[in-house]
Nanobody
Framework: QVQLVESGGGLVEAGGSLRLSCVASENLYNFNIMGWYRQAPGKEREAVATITNSQITNVAESVRGRFTISGDNAKNAVYLEMSSLKPEDTAVYYC?????????????????WGLGTQVTVSS
């Protein structure tokens, strides 16, 4: 059973920085994609940043230039560096991992989620 454990959330003033960590129970090479999502109260969960096992990254436009995603295969960890934080960044941040398996013409995806870490940005 894959486990993802997030840490690093907290309360920070606007303009501040935080670094979120997600440690997986397996080597990152086992996952095709890993990423960070967030969900603010009353809103749907949204993608923040993703990284593939080829180190290709994608960052949401709303956080581009402020957030950076990276991975450390030696530590089975994925990080989200957040800077210039804004009150609208307040949310629970979730780590996500995806395994993709192709069997013939069929594609199977297994998705895993952490329990989340709260990030609160005060104005």
């Amino acid at each position: 059973q894959v486990q993802l454990v997030e840490s690093g959330g907290g309360l920070v003033e606007a303009g501040g920085s935080l670094r979120l960590s997600c440690v997986a129970s397996e080597n990152l090479y086992n996952f095709n994609i890993m990423g960070w999502y967030r969900q603010a109260p009353g809103k749907e969960r949204e993608a923040v940043a993703t990284i593939t096992n080829s180190q290709i990254t994608n960052v949401a436009e709303s956080v581009r230039g402020r957030f950076t995603i990276s991975g450390d295969n030696a530590k089975n960890a994925v990080y989200l560096e957040m800077s210039s934080l804004k009150p609208e960044d307040t949310a629970v941040y979730y780590c996500n991992a995806v395994k993709i398996r192709n069997k013939g013409w069929q594609r199977f995806e297994s998705k895993y989620w952490g329990l989340g870490t709260q990030v609160t940005v005060s104005s």
